[in-house]
T-cell receptor, first 116, second 109 residues
Framework: NAGVTQTPKFRILKIGQSMTLQCTQD?????MYWYRQDPGMGLKLIYY???????DKGEVPNGYNVSRSTTEDFPLRLELAAPSQTSVYFC???????????????FGPGTRLTVL | AQRVTQPEKLLSVFKGAPVELKCNYS??????LFWYVQYSRQRLQLLLR??SRESIKGFTADLNKGETSFHLKKPFAQEEDSAMYYC???????????FGKGTKLTVNP
């Protein structure tokens, strides 16, 4: 199993450009997440999804959009890139089957995005 | 609001010395606490969680609700323990994690 894969690994964008960060998992996990990590900071949740067709906002959703058309894929869209979106983006997934039981999140390798 | 504080950005110890990475949290309910670790050039991965009360790679962490702390300890540090360590919490039953800023541990030979 490849686990959680993310593409691209690195990207430089100009202000106002758009792009989609891809995330795929092959573990049949129902939950998927997008985090961003700014230098010297912890990870902050952008959006998450509890299953195909269902998404919800996290702590820092502004400037991003997501969709979840399949169990495997959870792309993150930046519509109008801004310098404040310069960060490392992590995708993660987990399986949640039992209410009240937290299950381990598996992380991708990250995408380093710079907006100039 | 839920918050996780890791007061040390950097921690350096010598091999064989005890190590303690501090984590304090603020949460009004009953949180679940975790330690995640990221070794050089590897992905972030779960190290341990408080509910399982287990020791992983010689590390243990005890949840102290009175002091709202979840410090990570190891009696004898090894060079391979060098990594970034993140404390995180979630509300019981929620899948949303709140992370601390992380502590970079360096174990010197």
């Amino acid at each position: 199993n490849a686990g959680v894969t993310q593409t691209p690994k690195f990207r430089i964008l100009k202000i106002g450009q758009s792009m989609t960060l891809q995330c795929t998992q092959d573990m049949n996990h129902n939950y998927m997440y997008w985090y961003r990590q700014d230098p010297g900071m912890g990870l902050k949740l952008i959006y998450y999804s509890v299953g195909a067709g269902i998404t919800d906002k996290g702590e820092v959703p502004n400037g991003y959009n997501v969709s979840r058309s399949t169990t495997e894929d959870f792309p993150l869209r930046l519509e109008l890139a801004a310098p404040s979106q310069t960060s490392v983006y992590f995708c993660a997934s987990s399986y949640s089957g039992l209410m009240g039981v937290y299950n381990e999140q598996f992380f991708g390798p990250g995408t380093r995005l710079t907006v100039l | 609001a839920q918050r996780v504080t890791q007061p040390e950005k950097l921690l350096s110890v010598f091999k064989g010395a005890p190590v303690e990475l501090k984590c304090n949290y603020s949460y009004s309910g009953s949180p679940e606490l975790f330690w995640y670790v990221q070794y050089s050039r590897q992905r972030l991965q779960l190290l341990l969680r408080h509910i399982s009360r287990e020791s992983i790679k010689g590390f243990t962490a005890d949840l102290n609700k009175g002091e709202t702390s979840f410090h990570l300890k190891k009696p004898f540090a090894q060079e391979e323990d060098s990594a970034m360590y993140y404390c995180a919490l979630t509300q019981g039953g929620s899948e949303k994690l709140v992370f601390g800023k992380g502590t970079k541990l360096t174990v010197n030979p």
